[in-house]
């Protein structure tokens, strides 16, 4: 049994509160057990430079840690003078996820800017990241459409992502901290609702995985996939009620 009493193929508790910033066109407080995820949604009326004159749009996210997230204080990377490796990393990951279910013509020449900012850290930032920030972004592309600015939805399909790892030579789904520091292997998920693989991130920390390990995991990840997604499509329809 793990620590947490939940079953191999159980996730975390897991909320998505939409509308949280006032100010932005999007926006949700993502949980996944004491894991909290900030995502706000900024439509720009500009696009990358390099874009320029292509008739489409651009999808992009900036990631970070506040400082006290984690046990300890960490310093602000902006005060540091530059991001982290791990920072640029995720940040990517979450871009490259968001574009993957986005038609960028059909959001003609602007760009979506999803910021995440953890707010607490138990273990899956980057996967409750993705999961809240198509919620951010779609609660956006409603907005636009609802205000006859875009005319169809840019948006193709959902997006979730969710991590398992092999713990005490067991397959489990969603890693908190705790079990993720002590993983024997580790992987992350990005998985469409249409059930394609968009990313997958798997490392063997302490030996190698096999493949009916890895089978495992897979199927754990497109499990609590299909869990995450009701969860998204009921925080939209809260939204619009």
């Known amino acids: 049994m793990r620590h947490s009493q939940r079953t191999d193929a159980q996730l975390r508790p897991v909320t998505i509160e939409t509308g949280v910033n006032r100010y932005a066109e999007g926006s949700c407080l993502i949980t996944f057990g004491h894991t909290k995820v900030l995502v706000t949604a900024s439509v720009e009326e500009t696009i990358p430079g390099w874009m320029r004159g292509k008739g489409q749009g651009w999808v992009t996210a900036e990631y970070g840690m506040l400082p006290r997230a984690t046990h300890t204080r960490g310093r602000r990377e902006a005060a540091a003078g530059k991001q982290t490796g791990r920072t640029q990393e995720i940040q990517r990951l979450i871009g490259r996820s ?3 279910v986005v038609d960028l013509k059909a959001l003609g020449e602007r760009q979506v800017v999803l910021d995440c900012d953890v707010i607490q850290a ?9 999961t809240g920030a198509w919620v951010a972004m779609a609660s956006a592309l409603n907005y636009l459409r609802d205000e006859g600015v875009l005319k169809a939805d840019p948006i193709l399909d959902q997006v979730a992502a969710v991590s398992c790892g092999v713990c005490d030579g067991v397959p489990v789904l969603d890693l908190d901290y705790e079990e993720d520091s002590e ?3 580790d992987s992350n998920f990005v998985l469409t609702g249409s059930g394609q693989i968009v990313e997958i991130q798997a490392t063997g920390e302490k030996r190698g995985f096999t493949r009916a390990e890895f089978d495992r995991l897979f199927a754990l990840a497109e499990t609590g996939c299909a869990e995450l997604f009701a969860l998204q499509k009921a925080a939209l329809e809260a939204v619009r009620s």
């Open 183 to 185: 993983a024997e292997a």
């Open 122 to 130: 138990d273990g899956g930032t980057r996967t409750a990241a993705i």
């Open 98 to 100: 968001l574009r993957a």
